[in-house]
């Protein structure tokens, strides 16, 4: 079955990009039609922002919130997923998932989460 | 942007059943996924397509969709259903996804 993993720095300083990558094992990316690979994030406490999702065939959306800082790809070759989020401050700290996703059938496979502070 | 709103909390007393809320702008016409978030766990999808059940979901959980307003009920209830919950959907006008504002469930 497929699984997914988040991997990153735990600590990104003000002002820095954060970068995170999502491994997907069990299963190719490229070849899961139909599916949008996203990341969500959850703040301290709070509850769940979606932030973007980049779509098999390679296209992404963006939350309106964060578009202008965020972008989503993937590596095919590495069968990942990766998110940059640019000029961050403390509220950008979060628990941050990747999940697996379709219009009429939700989230169905969610990473573990990672843990992300923004802090000098 | 479009909004779902949940209520804060809900408290149920174990055996009874609970009932959580999601409203929306014709939500009905939308198909709504309902999750679940225990204590440091990433979200468990429970509920899709308003009302279908993913493999390993007790039958206790149940969801329904019409008008304006979406709602999980969990048949029941035990301790272990204490979690955090949260309603989605897909916006089709914007090809977005949207989360609820969650829901803390209480056992008494």
């Known amino acids: 079955q497929v699984q997914l993993q988040e991997s990153g720095p735990g600590l990104v300083k003000p002002s820095e990009t954060l970068s995170l990558t999502c491994t997907v094992s069990?299963?190719?990316?490229?070849?899961?039609?139909?599916?949008?690979w996203n990341w969500i994030r959850q703040p301290p406490g709070k509850g769940l922002e979606w932030i973007g999702y980049i779509y098999y065939s390679g296209s992404t959306n963006y939350s309106p919130s964060l578009k202008s800082r965020v972008t989503i790809s993937v590596h095919t070759s590495k069968n990942q997923f990766s998110l940059r989020l640019s000029s961050v401050t403390a509220a950008d700290t979060a628990v941050y998932y990747c999940?697996?996703?379709?219009?009429?059938?939700?989230?169905?496979?969610w990473g573990q989460g990672t843990t992300v502070t923004v802090s000098s | 942007s479009y909004v779902l709103t949940q209520p804060p909390s809900v408290s149920v007393a174990p055996g009874k059943t609970a009932r959580i809320t999601c409203g929306g702008n014709?939500?009905?016409?939308?198909?709504v996924h309902w999750y679940l978030q225990k204590p440091g766990q990433a979200p468990v999808l429970v509920i899709y397509?308003?009302?279908d059940r993913p493999s390993g979901i007790p039958e206790r959980f149940s969801g329904s969709n019409s008008g304006n307003t979406a709602t999980l009920t969990i048949s029941r209830v035990e301790a272990g259903d204490e979690a955090d919950y949260y309603c989605q959907v897909w916006d089709s006008s914007s090809d977005h996804y949207v989360f609820g504002t969650g829901t803390k469930v209480t056992v008494l």
């Open positions: 397509y308003d009302s």
């Open positions: 069990g299963g190719s990316i490229s070849s899961i039609n139909n599916y949008y």
């Open positions: 014709n939500i009905g016409s939308k198909s």
């Open positions: 999940a697996r996703g379709k219009q009429l059938s939700g989230m169905d496979v």
